[in-house]
């Protein structure tokens, strides 16, 4: 054990992933924006690489695949290193991934705006890319496993169980999820017919969401609260239960999204069931966080990072109890199919999984580059902005769920609709604009943070070639 | 402390622990036929009809219109039948949609003639001037490319012979283009002149919108 002071860490694989997620949190947003002025003014469907259906899903794949798994690989590669203690065994490897996850997704974004789109939400990509994101993920695989057996800490810590079982999960649902017959080289063929291609899609869907934006998530805020804070996390044992009821209720509720649909019921009952139980274990998640500030809750003010990290619970909080409820077969009949949906899906993401990784990265980059954070001040701005900008963009999303749900279900006294589509439709219009609006404040946050981490790296090129003298005092174990 | 200091025995136990509700409620019911029923009423698409089910795919389509019908009153009213499982026995991927910023497609077919649907797609807001729906008149400069067809229908299990297919392909093209066909002012109207007598992608995606719901219809008319 005495040799590990000396051991080097591979922190240039976890600064390129940390950089690659900033570039395609920055596409991705930018594209969002796009479609969402292309939501009440149609004219920007320029042209076919441009239209609303090509774009919407470079906006879910390059925030979700490009930014979301690039900050997990980023800091799982870091997690994974200082609590086992061990460096990453095969850094060419890394590398490689890194190279083949960043051309995957620009490969990714030039084909859905060509259209080659296999329509499977969230597994939009056509067979050849399917395939090197199975490739990209095998290697990460295999260094998350090689670090762990070789590592020089016994006991791992919380956060490596849910990068362990996100490794399992998403290689499970992703080649499931993707079986298919090739046509040419840009077209195949799902394996599944109808109701069983939509049961596994939202399976998949569901689950893609959960182990790429509640898990991974959560093993960075397991790992940096407590590191940020100074403050042990407040339960083992609660994290224990969450843990694996979390992972085992899970895998049961995709058909929620699939509710009335022509899917046999009881399969939709069950997910019912199973989302409801779901808020316990995401609570356990919840209260876990704010018990471990008890008595030390001035952190909230006088630590920068603690905002983003309670911040970023709360929402967790809240939309693991939207989640379920609106799983309920009467709410879902008037929410389904609306904007309320896209608000609740939008808090998780621009509230807590932004949330968590940009404090993750905050906390992170100054540490693997030797340099102090370049201003906390613009890191409280970043704050401010991306929290009011979630906020009026979900909360005006919510109402103008309501509105459109209300208006399908209205009818006149003689029984007849009271109104046709295209009114509940155009009535939303002023949502849109000011969802547009809420989207450039939220964006703006973004644009500081960016620059925030760039300036931090930037400070004093020198130091990032010479490895740093400063991780040797940081090397402490989780017992 | 057990397991957390086994990282390959807690890899098997989570993985165990995640495929127990997948294998429950996704895979045992992939291979229980009351959860995809085949029915006689329902046809699978043509060729024609496939290859404009390709382009609502490319373009998608899917991600502003749903095609289920819930079982619900005003639903029902709005739209039509609600949706039953055997109509999407043919359907690979299914395309059922989780948002509906345009209305539900599920009863299309039969709703309105050819030529509305030329007209609209060719410049929605011609016809609804506040609709946000993209235009897609380019689809009709778009000769339809028929080389891989039979390989669909063949991969996709339909049952057509590599003559069936051909036959499918020039009955479709023998009817918009010819002179008596109802929609053919409109057609003319946003088909280039040197694709009046060819297949276009815009004819393909109509043909396939007019088979939405339309076996389910043909029942209904029967009873």
């Known amino acids: 054990m005495s040799d590990a002071g000396t051991e080097q860490y591979n922190y240039k694989i976890v600064r390129s992933f940390a950089f690659s997620a900033l570039f395609w949190l920055v596409i991705g947003l930018i594209v969002g924006l796009w479609i969402a002025f292309e939501m009440f003014n149609p004219a920007l469907n320029l042209t076919p690489w441009l239209s609303f259906g090509r774009l919407r899903v470079v906006h879910t794949n390059g925030l979700g695949l490009g930014f979301g798994l690039a900050g997990i690989f980023a800091t799982s590669y870091y997690i994974l290193q200082r609590l086992t203690r061990t460096a990453i065994p095969f850094p060419r490897l890394a590398q490689a991934h890194l190279y083949l996850f960043n051309t995957t997704i620009a490969l990714a974004a030039v084909s859905l705006m060509a259209g080659m789109n296999t329509t499977k939400e969230y597994a939009e990509l056509e067979w050849p890319l399917d395939i090197a994101v199975v490739v990209f993920w095998v290697m990460f695989a295999i260094n998350v496993f090689a670090t762990l057996i070789k590592r020089r800490e016994k006991q791992m810590y919380i956060s490596l169980w849910y990068i362990i079982a996100m490794t399992i999960a998403i290689a499970i649902l992703y080649i499931v999820n993707n079986l298919e017959i090739p046509v040419t080289l840009f077209k195949s063929y799902t394996v599944y017919a109808g109701a069983n291609d939509a049961n596994v899609e939202w399976w998949y869907g569901h689950n893609i969401v959960g182990f790429i934006f509640t898990v991974p998530i959560l093993a960075m805020f397991y790992y940096f609260l407590p590191k940020s804070t100074g403050l042990p996390i407040f339960s083992h044992r609660l994290s224990i239960i969450s843990f694996w009821a979390l992972n085992f209720a899970y895998l049961w509720t995709g058909a929620h999204h699939l509710m009335l649909s022509p899917l046999p019921e009881w399969i939709q009952t069950v997910a019912i069931a199973f989302s409801i139980f779901l808020i316990a274990p995401s609570w356990g998640s919840v209260i876990n966080g704010y018990y471990t500030l008890q008595g030390n809750w001035e952190q909230l003010r006088t630590n920068y990072l603690v905002k983003f990290f309670i911040f970023g619970i709360t929402f967790y909080g809240l939309q693991t109890l939207q989640g379920p409820l609106q799983g309920l077969r009467t709410l879902n009949a008037f929410f389904h199919f609306t904007d309320w949906v896209i608000g609740h899906v939008h808090m998780g993401t621009m509230g807590w999984v932004t949330m968590i990784i940009s404090a993750s990265f905050y906390y992170m980059i100054p540490r693997i580059t030797g340099n102090q954070l370049y201003s906390i001040k613009l890191a409280n701005t970043h704050f401010w902005l991306i929290l009011v900008g979630q906020l009026i963009w979900t909360i005006t999303m919510w109402i103008a769920g309501i509105q459109q749900g209300a208006m399908w279900k209205a009818t006149n006294p003689d029984g007849s609709l009271m109104y046709s589509f295209l009114d509940t439709l155009t009535s939303l219009y002023p949502y849109y604009r000011l969802r547009f609006a809420a989207g450039v404040i939220y964006f703006a946050g973004i644009l500081i943070f960016v620059w925030n981490l760039i300036m931090t790296v930037r400070q004093s090129p020198m130091q990032d070639e010479a490895e740093q003298p400063t991780q040797k005092q940081e090397l402490q174990s989780w017992g | ?223």
């Open chain 2, 1 to 223: 402390m057990g397991i957390t200091s086994k990282p390959v025995v807690f890899a098997v136990l989570s993985a165990a622990v995640i495929l127990i509700g997948s294998t429950v409620t996704v895979f045992i019911p992939l291979f229980m036929p009351s959860t995809q029923p085949v029915s006689a009423y329902v046809k699978p698409y043509t060729s024609v009809e496939l290859e404009g089910r390709d382009i609502y795919m490319r373009e998608g389509c899917n991600n502003c219109h749903t095609q289920t019908v819930r079982p619900l009153r005003t639903e029902v009213l709005r739209y039509g039948e609600y949706s039953k499982p055997e109509e999407f026995a043919y359907d690979r991927p299914f395309l059922w949609g989780s948002r509906r910023t345009g209305p539900d497609l599920n009863r299309i077919g039969g709703k309105y003639p050819d030529s509305w649907h030329y007209r609209h797609m060719q410049s929605p807001q011609s016809m609804f001037e506040k609709s946000n729906m993209p235009p897609y008149g380019w689809l009709a400069k778009n000769r339809l490319d028929t080389s891989n067809s039979y390989k669909k229908t063949s991969i996709l299990g339909y049952g057509f012979s590599e003559k069936d297919v051909q036959q499918q392909i020039n009955e479709y093209r023998s009817k918009v283009t010819s002179q008596t066909y109802l929609s053919k002012e409109t057609r003319d109207l946003v088909t280039p002149a040197e694709l009046h007598h060819e297949l276009t992608e815009m004819d393909a995606i109509i043909a396939y919108l007019q088979k939405l719901g339309r076996d389910v219809k043909n029942l209904e008319t029967k009873k």
